[in-house]
């Protein structure tokens, strides 16, 4: 024989199917606002994700070289490579000989006939260098005051690559990545506030068009759970379906978009890895998108029929 909670439990829920299918057009509505607002959550946090991605990849490839002079010899060099890799920002250090120099401005320039014989008319005139990288490209200061030691700029022919048009390019890069993260979880927050506001008003709505039934059962003695109920377990469809339409939806348009826009379709944003990315983590994502939608559905219920039965 059931218990009565279960039998009070079951009650809930099939109101709250009820509910669902009777008030159809707003249940349709507030589904549609819902699969836009994580829709647009999950695009959000997979483009952040893409650019962090993209940018991190950059920044992995920035380095900082020291230009030699011509009379440093190979035991100044060693010291110096030494006290760099000493440097906790210092990751690695690479020695680019003058004819390793040579070699790749070679073959960087190899489609320029008039760079190639210009450097063709005299000795080789690149210096050797010390090709430095670093763990966080941002984290400069102390590298940047080191080399600016008396001691150490003697041994220098020329100013480290870390300045001029290619220092504005790495703090650019910097501050781009500070500003999507900002941007990424400001917008993944506002568009959860608008969801939540529009299935406040559904139920707000809901409640409004079922007062007279909720103030029979008011008065005859149902517990403010049992007439709660129902409308949480609505705005819980609610949640469930947008999720699972959302999910579905960006798992189509990832698809078709991998397979028809190359990574320079829009710059940065490599829609390939997109995809891949959302392919590899689509249970995890399909989780979090339906907590998120049954978060904020039976939040913004919660609140609106806590309004109602305070004040009745």
Not at 239 to 268: P, Q, R
Request: glycine residues 6%; hydrophobic residues 45%.
């Amino acid at each position: 024989m059931k218990s009565r909670r279960t039998v009070m439990l079951w009650r809930i829920v099939v109101g709250g199917v009820q509910n669902f299918l009777r008030n159809a057009w707003l249940s349709i509505a507030a589904l549609a606002v819902m699969v836009v607002t994580l829709s647009i959550v999950l695009f959000s946090y997979i483009a952040n994700a893409t650019f962090s991605h993209t940018i991190e990849e950059i920044r992995g490839r920035i380095d900082v070289s020291v230009f030699l002079k011509d009379e440093v010899d190979e035991e100044q060099r060693r010291n110096l490579t030494d006290q760099l890799l000493a440097m906790q920002n210092v990751r690695d250090v690479e020695y680019v000989s003058k004819e390793q120099a040579l070699e790749e401005y070679r073959r960087i320039n190899e489609d320029n006939i008039d760079l190639q014989l210009a450097i063709t008319q005299t000795d080789n005139p690149l210096p050797a260098s010390l090709r430095i990288k670093l763990h966080n490209p941002d984290l400069l200061e102390d590298l940047r005051l080191f080399l600016e030691k008396p001691d150490i700029k003697d041994l220098q022919s020329d100013q480290t690559s870390y300045s001029g048009d290619r220092k504005e390019a790495i703090d650019k890069i910097a501050r781009a990545t500070t500003f999507i993260q900002r941007a990424g979880i400001a917008g993944v927050i506002i568009f959860a506030a608008i969801s939540m506001l529009i299935i406040f008003n559904t139920i707000q709505m809901a409640i409004f068009n079922r007062r007279d039934e909720l103030s029979i059962m008011r008065l005859l003695g149902a517990s403010s759970g049992y007439i709660r109920g129902p409308f949480l377990v609505e705005s819980m469809i609610i949640g469930i379906l947008a999720a699972l339409i959302s999910v579905g939806l960006c798992k189509a348009i990832f698809s078709i978009s991998s397979n028809t826009l190359d990574a320079s379709t829009f710059g940065l944003l490599d829609i390939a890895w997109s995809g891949t990315y959302f392919a590899d983590r689509f249970w995890l994502i399909l989780a979090a998108q339906l907590a998120l939608g049954t978060l904020i559905g039976v939040g913004s219920s919660y609140v609106a029929t806590q309004r109602y039965l305070k004040k009745n």
